[in-house]
């Protein structure tokens, strides 16, 4: 992962972390046509995100993905 695609991850995941967000509404705002840049599918590819599939869609990180943003958190390297 470069580290541009890395920050974009986190701060993905920092967004969804951040108050309930729809699946309708996480890929309005993350999905993309370009293929160089694919945050959304590849946070799903790498199992940082899941869903609840009931009415409502939420979106929430899974345990990896709180994991991954938590360390970073803990250990910002700017």
Known sequence: MTESTNALTLQLLEWISDKPRTYAEVLDA????CPRLSIWEDACIDGLID????????????????????????????
């Open 51 to 78: 869903y609840v599939p009931d009415g409502a869609h939420i979106v929430f990180l899974s345990p990896k993905g709180r994991a991954l943003l938590e360390s970073h958190l803990q250990n910002p390297r700017h």
């Open 30 to 33: 993350w999905r993309t046509t």
